[in-house]
DNA sequence: GATTTTACGTA
DNA sequence: CGTACGTAAAATCT
């Protein structure tokens, strides 16, 4: 049946659907409450303060599209055009509009979108307010159709944003005048004489963008004194300097002094200030506010791209697709609304008390910027003799493969070789594990289903392809890569845990959806530099041979021992665990070993009961098979595989391995009840997570993770800017890898450089609890990555536990 | 040619 | 039904 717009006289607020789907199209009722999507609207209303009873509710469609597929009511596969009866209704839409007169109209999905606007792609239009096609002049915004939210639960909390924005906008029909003041095209002497007067008479902080062209110049730098003020320098055009280097010089001068003694806010700063410090040697040490940062600390889980922060935060208009167009004043508009933003997130880390986290955050950009300009150095002999070596063996392998099976087949393509196993050997299907029981199931050929089927089989050809994959990885990934003209790889660090956009054959990717950043660094290829594998955070151990020291110096490792395991047994107040952790404190491997303290062989010797010395190899791998599967509460399909045992094996030792260790258990009620309260965690260096996930095992299992990963995520970040303001200029920092710190060292410093990387990491934790305790540092040394040996440092000095850890 | 999926390396 | 991350190659879409 016809499903009618629905408007209480004198609403502000008109919602506009996309079509009545099974309820609606049985009551005649738009967005029907008992209905799944009309049950999500119900609650965004709600959230933004907003009842059934005072907005206007209506759909595009009026009636419910066979199949339930908009895509029946256009004439074409992209739904530009509509087909009659849809023109119709976007008629009739027009007439209401005019009719009810509504202060703003909230297009919600794609199709509300196109009907408003004539647009499509609601990812990019959300959250802005639109000019209208349908009804010049009426104010309109879109965001995405709460049925949407029933599937993709993280855009929740941007459609509640955008609800509440939609609130603001509703005390007038009129959109508010742009009341910013955007200066892009000043002349030299303009510039200049703003400059002086942001130098000494401007108080507050400035807002600072720049942009670079392909080959990393700096051709355009924007800056802005406030929210609504905006000035931005054109140095390059068309690849031409503007000014006469003298000129230009006394500009640089001038900025160089600037960002030097007044306080700078950028958006993803990290890349701007390491770009200045690169290319044109300025440090700009005034940088301490990044509203990337500030969106990572305050919302974990949401994009933290500008275009999608200015959305929530202000009400300018769109500008990020005049990029090309005129890219001055796109400069501009960056620079000022970063401003706007920052005034924003300030609150909200005021309102969240994150700025113990903001602050600790903004001074690991030092670190990781001289990480990613310094690189690490590659040995090329090394490398082409890895490269040669990896080769031969799968070029030999594929021949034998090549022999035995008779025919071509592409190792490296699923297809190929799921139709090679399940098809032409007829081996036993393998799936892949679903997220639910309600997912279709997938047929799958990777690592996991190879290695189960040779240990049924045994069929020597499985082990063969096994190890081809391997190697072709190996070389693709890792070895094969391109060095710097200094036979260096670089890497980016990206501090708030997630790379914003990832560059693929030159155009920028924004996938920006399920974050989970934890406080860990993550590691992507560098865009000033851009050499080598890109993440220096996952290079197996075999490739890592090729990376050598600087002359004179080896590798030094310090890397935090059983860190997230000791954050665990805190936690849940493990007492064997925790005895085990503090009598091996500061003890040698050996000695350890002597005396049986080892983790895996506790857990062990508790599963099976027996004691801790009777404990065998085989047992230990068990003891730490379970324990690994259980602190992230994985099902007995893990460890099973792992161990080669059946399903039902695995699960009665996960019981036993539970019934002996009642508290993980009820230490995983604890987090869900704290999820329950606000969906919050604060780990335990006062860094808070709001997980936005949909309720339910997936969130459990992710919550569970935050507490001891991003503790020590955060303990070693902590260390490493504890090391860098220290030592800096006497330890030679090379690389971060989330629980260890690797430096270079001359042989002969090795005990001094040991003492103080671990006096920088011995930072006293307090558990809920309000046990004070310190993760212990393991130490190795080596002449490459590849090749580090246990070190067992004579320390120089007494070490200074009294670190006060800033909360 | 561009975008999505599959797989796999580290902690 | 471990979590988190980034990248390469294949598969698929347009």
């Known amino acids: 049946m016809r499903v009618e717009t629905i408007a209480p006289p004198g609403a502000k607020i008109m919602f506009v659907g996309e079509a009545p789907g099974e309820k609606e199209d049985i009551t005649g009722k738009p967005f029907h409450p008992h209905a799944p ?20 509710v209506t759909n595009v469609a009026k009636e419910r599209p066979p199949g339930n597929k908009i895509g029946m009511f256009f004439e074409d596969k992209k739904m530009f055009r509509p087909k009659p009866v849809m023109q119709q209704w976007v008629e009739e839409l027009r007439r209401d509009i005019i009719l009810y007169k509504p202060n703003i109209v909230v297009g919600l999905g794609d199709t509300a979108l196109w009907a408003l606007t004539g647009e499509r792609g609601i990812t990019a239009n959300r959250g802005y307010i639109l000019q209208c096609e349908l009804v010049p002049k009426q104010k309109i915004l879109c965001t995405f159709h709460p049925q949407k939210i029933n599937y993709e639960w ?64 700096l051709d355009i730098l924007g800056l802005a004194a406030n929210a609504n003020m905006g000035i931005s320098f054109t140095f390059l055009k068309g690849g031409k300097p503007v000014l ?13 002094k600037l960002f030097k003694t007044k306080s700078l806010i950028m958006h993803n700063g990290l890349f701007d200030m390491a770009s200045m410090w690169w290319y044109l040697g300025i440090l700009a040490t005034g940088y301490n506010k990044d509203t990337m940062v500030a969106t990572h600390i305050c919302w974990p889980e949401t994009p933290r791209s500008l275009s999608y922060l200015s959305s929530i935060c202000l009400s300018v208009p769109k500008w990020k697709h005049t990029s090309q167009s005129t890219p001055s004043i796109y400069n501009c508009e960056d620079a000022t609304n970063t401003y706007g933003c920052w005034d924003f997130m300030a609150r909200e880390m005021d309102n969240g008390e994150h700025w113990d986290t903001f602050n600790f955050e903004m001074q690991q950009v030092w670190p990781a910027s001289m990480l990613q300009l310094q690189g690490v150095k590659v040995d090329p002999e090394k490398q082409k003799q890895i490269v040669n070596n990896t080769k031969t063996e799968r070029n030999y392998i594929k021949k034998e493969l090549l022999q035995e099976i008779g025919h071509e087949v592409n190792w490296n393509s699923p297809q190929q070789l799921q139709a090679f196993l399940y098809e032409e050997l007829k081996l036993p299907v393998q799936y892949k594990r679903r997220k639910s029981c309600f997912d279709p199931q997938k047929r799958t050929a990777d690592k996991e289903a190879l290695s189960k089927l040779f240990r049924k089989t045994k069929n020597p050809i499985l082990e063969k392809i096994m190890r081809y994959k391997k190697l072709a990885k190996l070389i693709s990934s890792f070895v094969d890569i391109q060095l710097s003209p200094k036979n260096r790889v670089h890497t980016s660090y990206n501090i708030t845990g997630a790379t914003m956009s990832r560059t693929v054959k030159n155009k920028v990717v924004d996938d920006e959806e399920n974050y989970q950043s934890f406080g860990r660094w993550s590691s992507s290829k560098s865009i000033i530099l851009p050499y080598g594998s890109g993440n220096l955070q996952n290079i197996p151990k075999s490739a890592r041979k090729m990376y050598v020291p600087p002359k004179k110096k080896i590798w030094i490792q310090a890397d935090y021992k059983q860190a997230e395991a000791v954050v ?56 730490k098979t379970i324990r690994h599967a259980t602190n992230y509460s994985a099902g007995p399909a893990v460890p099973a595989a792992r161990l080669g045992c059946t399903i039902n094996q695995a699960k009665a030792l996960l019981e036993s391995y539970h019934s002996g260790t009642p508290q993980l258990r009820m230490w995983h009620k604890k987090i869900q009840d704290l999820l329950r309260k606000g ?30 990963q991003s503790t020590v995520g955060d303990l070693l970040n902590l260390a490493l800017v504890r090391l860098y303001e220290s030592y800096g200029d006497q330890v030679d920092i090379s690389l971060q890898l989330h629980d260890a710190i690797y430096a270079w060292t001359e042989p002969e410093l090795a005990n001094w450089t040991a003492t103080v990387m671990k006096q920088s990491m011995l930072i006293p934790l307090t558990s809920t609890h309000g046990e004070v305790y310190y993760i212990d540092v393991d130490f190795k040394v080596g002449p490459t990555w590849g090749e580090l040996k246990d070190f067992t440092p004579e320390f120089t000095q007494e070490f200074d536990l009294n670190y006060e850890v800033p909360k």
């Open 37 to 56: 999507a009309g049950k999500m609207f119900d609650k965004l209303l709600a959230n933004a303060r907003l009842s059934r009873y005072e907005v206007a």
């Open 154 to 217: 993280h855009l929740g909390f941007t459609t509640i944003m955008d609800f509440r924005k939609a609130v603001r906008e509703s005390d007038t029909p009129l959109v508010k005048p742009d009341s910013r003041s955007l200066n892009a095209f000043p002349s030299k002497r303009e510039f200049i004489d703003y400059l002086g007067w942001l130098q000494n008479s401007h108080d507050g902080p400035i807002a600072l963008d720049i942009e670079t062209t392909m080959t990393g110049h």
């Open 244 to 256: 006469r280097p003298s000129d230009e010089f006394e500009i640089w001068m001038l900025l160089a």
């Open 568 to 623: 665990v047994s805190y936690e849940i107040l493990d007492y064997p665990m925790i005895k085990l952790f503090q009598d091996s404190f500061g003890l040698t491997k050996e000695e350890c070993d002597e005396r049986n303290l080892d983790i895996h062989k506790l857990t062990a010797a508790k599963n099976f009961r027996i004691p801790i010395a009777k404990v065998t190899e085989a047992l230990r791998d068990i003891g």
């Open 679 to 708: 969906r919050t965690l604060t780990n335990l260096l006062g860094r808070k997570h709001k997980f936005l996930k949909e309720w339910g095992d997936e969130l459990f299992r992710s919550a569970y993770s935050f507490i001891p």
